[in-house]
């Protein structure tokens, strides 16, 4: 799994000169500022000597001419930078073969190693090394499962029961014409110009009955074909393990989709299989992505802080404070001073311990059930896996009875 555990950034201002070509006494200046970050298991020093190195690194590559990115971007799920996830790590500890559980980081291979995180909004995460645990978004089931109507976002592209009735431009642009046609009358005829905004208004209150009708079916559609996605995803599993006996799952419901575990076997998230998990259940692309950068699985374990009842009651604001946490005073930018700094951080604690409190009056999955193949059961239980979802199944709360989070 790659999760540092210290990190750190570091820029510097760097000038190429060069001679110019119309002169022998005149310069040609380029500037730039490279900024990037370190990272380290082992200390701060450490993560800022592997930030100034990599700023070297791109220093030399942008001497050489080449068309660097300048300044590193927090990006989310680390779409492109290949920059390992920046989480707190909250605890760590190993589920052995033989179903024990230990802290501290000596570990074998073959043990299950989990590590808890606390993600960029606050939530606690899960990362697993060889648990598989597949994320699946019901917006991406619904473009998978209907593709004419959804799009991979989970907007509806068409209104099938609409399909006979003319198009919001076409009726737009009739009553344009219309609104043209009816001027032309009144200033012929010389009549009051309150005819045409009587029209006017009238047309209005038409377009929006019309749109808030089209956004009444858009709702109980998406709330018609959102309720089928729990049979449709059953029955994905169904047919997986009627095709692959020797496989197993269990299955979880979230707020916004769905989770599975397998349960027959750990793996590592490089394995072809799991590859092939992925696409055969039509897994959130950007969990893979995060799966695929990090080498692990992951799992939120508590409630996102906006679907909380306390942000909207005001006990608890929605972002969490001081995002940047990781980063100590040597590594800073030069206008955050010490003590605006020690006030986020100290904003940042208080909202931890604020927003752990409340998140236990929700959990964050509700379990469905498990789906055994006939092969499966005969083979040497896993209690590493056991041990895991016994782990999972009590920090998430699955069986109490709270409102999903």
């Avoid at 990190?7 to 310069?27: G, H, I, P, T, V």
């Avoid at 642009?173 to 006017?200: D, E, K, Y």
């Avoid at 040597?330 to 206008?335: F, G, K, N, T």
Wanted: negative net charge; charged residues 25%.
């Amino acid at each position: 799994m790659l999760i540092p555990k210290y990190w750190a950034q570091y820029k510097q201002r760097f000038e190429l000169s060069k001679m110019a070509d119309n002169a022998s006494d005149d310069f040609d200046s380029k500037q730039a500022t490279i900024k990037r970050y370190g990272w380290s298991d082992v200390s701060q020093i450490e993560a800022l000597a592997h930030a100034k190195e990599r700023v070297k690194e791109a220093h030399q590559r942008w001497l050489e001419g080449e068309d660097i990115v300048r300044r590193e971007r927090r990006e989310e799920y680390n779409e492109s930078n290949g920059i390992p996830i920046r989480e707190q790590i909250i605890s760590k500890q190993n589920f052995l073969e033989n179903g024990l559980t230990k802290t501290g980081l000596e570990s074998k291979a073959s043990d299950t190693q989990l590590v808890v995180t606390r993600n960029s909004y606050g939530a606690q995460v899960a990362n697993v090394n060889n648990v598989a645990i597949v994320d699946v978004d019901n917006d991406q089931l619904l473009h998978y499962k209907y593709p004419d109507d959804y799009d991979s976002n989970g907007y509806i592209t068409l209104l099938t029961d609409n399909q006979n009735q003319p198009s919001a431009k076409i009726k737009v642009w009739v009553f344009v014409l219309t609104f043209i046609l009816i001027a032309s009358v009144i200033s012929w005829l010389g009549l009051s110009w309150l005819w045409l905004l009587v029209v006017m208004i009238g047309a209005t209150a038409y377009l929006w009955q019309q749109a808030s009708q089209r956004e009444k079916v858009r709702i109980q559609k998406y709330a018609d074909d959102s309720a089928s996605l729990p049979s449709f995803i059953t029955d994905l599993i169904q047919k997986r393990i009627a095709n692959y006996p020797n496989e197993s799952f269990r299955l979880y419901e979230t707020p916004a989709g769905f989770r599975i575990i397998a349960t027959h076997d750990t793996i590592s998230p490089s394995d072809a299989l799991v590859a092939d998990w992925f696409e055969y259940f039509y897994a959130d692309t950007n969990y893979v992505r995060l799966c695929q950068a990090q080498q692990c699985f992951r799992a939120r374990l508590t409630a996102k802080p906006w679907r909380m009842n306390e942000v909207e009651d005001k006990k608890l604001t929605k972002d969490i404070p001081a995002k940047n946490f990781w980063f100590d005073a040597e590594s800073m930018d030069a206008d955050s001073s010490i003590e605006k700094r020690q006030n986020e951080l100290k904003a940042r604690k208080q909202w931890i311990n604020n927003y752990d409190k409340y998140a236990k009056n929700y959990r964050a999955c509700r379990y469905v059930e498990s789906f055994i193949g006939k092969e499966a059961s005969h083979q040497l239980e896993h209690k590493s896996i056991q041990a895991f979802i016994d782990w999972h199944d009590r920090a998430c709360q699955v069986d109490e009875d709270l409102l999903l989070g």
